[in-house]
């Protein structure tokens, strides 16, 4: 299972972005899927997940009603649309498939095995 993050950039402040994690070897069909990102210096941190049948997500607070996490099973991709970015929302962001068959939108990064390589987002302000 190979996870590919793309569609990170500089942005200004309020501006949006739109990341894509698509999945090769594998199937995202039945799996949960989750963002996460790391700040320099700061631990990885959940952001948003989507049940394996994309019919319930999840948020952190500090995105909830910006960020909208959403999954295309034909075309084996989940993405991220972010909205009114912000500069603390700066970091790596890295997308993960669920380990568990019919999963729930997890919180925990425990219940993800696999992960993609990261794409940076950069917001100045």
């Known amino acids: 299972v190979q996870l590919q993050a793309s569609g990170g950039g500089l942005v200004q402040a309020g501006e949006s972005l739109r990341l894509s994690c698509a999945c090769s070897?594998?199937?995202?069909?039945?799996?949960?899927v989750g963002w996460f990102r790391q700040a320099p210096g700061k631990e990885r941190e959940f952001v948003a997940a989507?049940?394996?049948?994309?019919?319930?997500?999840v948020y952190a607070d500090s995105v909830k009603g910006r960020f909208t996490i959403s999954k295309n099973n034909a075309k084996n991709t989940v993405y991220l649309q972010m909205n009114s970015l912000e500069p603390d929302d700066t970091a790596v962001y890295y997308c993960?498939?669920?380990?568990?068959?019919?999963?729930?939108?997890?919180?925990?990064?425990?219940?993800?095995?696999?992960w993609g390589q990261g794409t940076l987002v950069t917001v100045s302000s």
């Open positions: 989507i049940n394996w049948n994309g019919g319930s997500a």
């Open positions: 993960a498939r669920s380990v568990r068959l019919l999963g729930s939108p997890y919180v925990g990064k425990n219940e993800y095995m696999y």
């Open positions: 070897g594998h199937t995202f069909t039945g799996y949960a």
